[in-house]
């Protein structure tokens, strides 16, 4: 019975806990002064949109024809055309220049600009040919080395003298070379031995204004029994 008795006082309370929540809840707004707001109170222009009806139009009424001025006639500008045979108008303004004194008083201008004179050319040498004869040259090769040739031993042992016509090339160092046998006399018995003496001969080589070149020689090498 007393756990009855208790739960019917906890609910009790708790109902009119509620009520009064409720009272205050709902009841407490009411109470309080309302404040107006300044959005409640201003006032709201209204805008007609509709057009004024027609007995309220002021229109200027329009002028009349007469009362307006005369347009304005418009301006013509003259325009002027050269002749270019009859207009001696100038077409650029003239300008005065200043006059400048261009006068030099320094003694060394009045002797004038020295001009080097023309340098004297050289002539050109002629072109060299490869190879020149005795008469070709200003200067003929002469021999600087020439031993005598060995006199063969069938020579000496016949007691027979000979001769031989020889031509030979001496080159720009004056060396000896193209030896030819053109005649031998007996034939055949002295030419071993000049072709193996000349092939050691020295010259000083042939010249043409000044400058050596290579020379034909012509020759007769003579043997005699009695230079023995």
Do not use: C
């Amino acid at each position: 019975m007393s756990r009855v008795r208790n739960f019917n006082h906890i609910l009790l309370v708790t109902v009119l806990s509620l009520m009064v929540n409720g009272m205050l809840f709902t009841g407490l707004p009411n109470l309080l002064p309302k404040v107006r707001r300044q959005a409640d109170l201003e006032s709201v222009q209204t805008v007609d949109f509709l057009r004024e009806p027609p007995g309220r139009q002021t229109d200027k009424p329009p002028e009349r024809p007469e009362d307006a001025p005369p347009p304005e006639p418009p301006r013509v500008v003259p325009q002027r055309t050269l002749d270019p045979i009859n207009d001696q108008t100038p077409l650029t303004p003239r300008m005065e220049m200043p006059a400048f004194d261009l006068a030099v008083s320094t003694p060394d201008m009045a002797l004038g600009v020295p001009v080097d004179a023309p340098m004297a050319q050289t002539p050109a040498m002629p072109s060299l040919k490869a190879y020149y004869g005795m008469a070709e040259v200003d200067q003929v090769p002469v021999a600087t080395l020439n031993p005598r040739p060995v006199y063969p031993y069938r020579a000496r042992r016949l007691n027979l003298d000979g001769a031989v016509d020889v031509k030979f090339l001496v080159d720009t160092s004056g060396q000896v070379s193209r030896i030819s046998i053109l005649s031998s006399s007996p034939p055949d018995l002295f030419n071993d031995s000049v072709m193996a003496a000349l092939s050691s001969w020295r010259f000083t080589p042939g010249k043409v204004q000044g400058r050596p070149v290579s020379t034909w020689v012509t020759t007769t090498i003579e043997f005699r029994i009695d230079d023995l």
